[in-house]
């Protein structure tokens, strides 16, 4: 029988510590988050480039992507709480996709087509967005919300004056 000298052991020690960070804290929640990055992407892409309805094998296949991602973000989640990470805020959002990735799985078990969750949603326009941020950085933050309402009001009462 030998026995390692407590050298040996502690360079094993620190070898094994070391391969668990490096695996743990490093590798696994990237590739975690590529996962979850990889099945909202094909959740989502796959929503958008459907019609109003979707049949059902393919619901249920966007259902599951959906429903993976929330399951992963929920686990990197409680990785960076516990790591005391602020990292992965849980936005009111993940309640809501969970019921509308929830319902698509269920009514893709019940019949041939399913109504696409992306029907009851709005989106604003990408001029939206971009036009009224930069105007809206231009004036203090408690009147932001007012001024960008109100210079787009303008701006939607210049145009209709151009077409009178």
């Known amino acids: 029988m030998s026995i390692l000298s407590p ?3 502690c360079c094993l020690h620190w ?3 070391a391969v668990y960070k490096f695996v743990f804290l490093l590798v696994l929640p990237s590739w975690f988050q590529a996962e979850a990055l990889f099945d909202i992407n094909e959740c989502l892409s796959g929503l958008y480039h459907e019609g109003a309805f979707i049949e059902a094998p393919r619901a249920e296949y966007l259902a599951n992507k959906g429903l993976s991602f ?21 936005i009111l959002k993940g309640h809501f996709l969970h019921h509308q990735f929830l319902a698509l799985w269920q ?3 019940r019949g041939r087509w399913c109504l696409n969750v992306l029907i009851f949603s709005n989106q604003q326009s990408e001029d939206f967005v ?4 930069r105007l809206s950085r231009r004036v203090a933050s408690r009147t932001a919300p007012l001024r960008v309402i ?5 701006a ?4 209709v004056a151009e077409l009178d």
Request: proline content about 5%; some cysteine; glycine content about 4%.
């Open 7 to 9: 050298c040996i052991v």
């Open 15 to 17: 070898c094994v510590g």
């Open 70 to 90: 929330l399951r992963r973000y929920a686990k990197l989640a409680l990785w960076c709480y516990r790591d005391r990470k602020r990292r992965f805020p849980f």
């Open 107 to 109: 009514e893709s078990q």
């Open 130 to 133: 971009g036009r009224p941020a």
């Open 150 to 154: 109100q210079r787009t009001y303008l």
């Open 156 to 159: 939607i009462r210049a145009i």
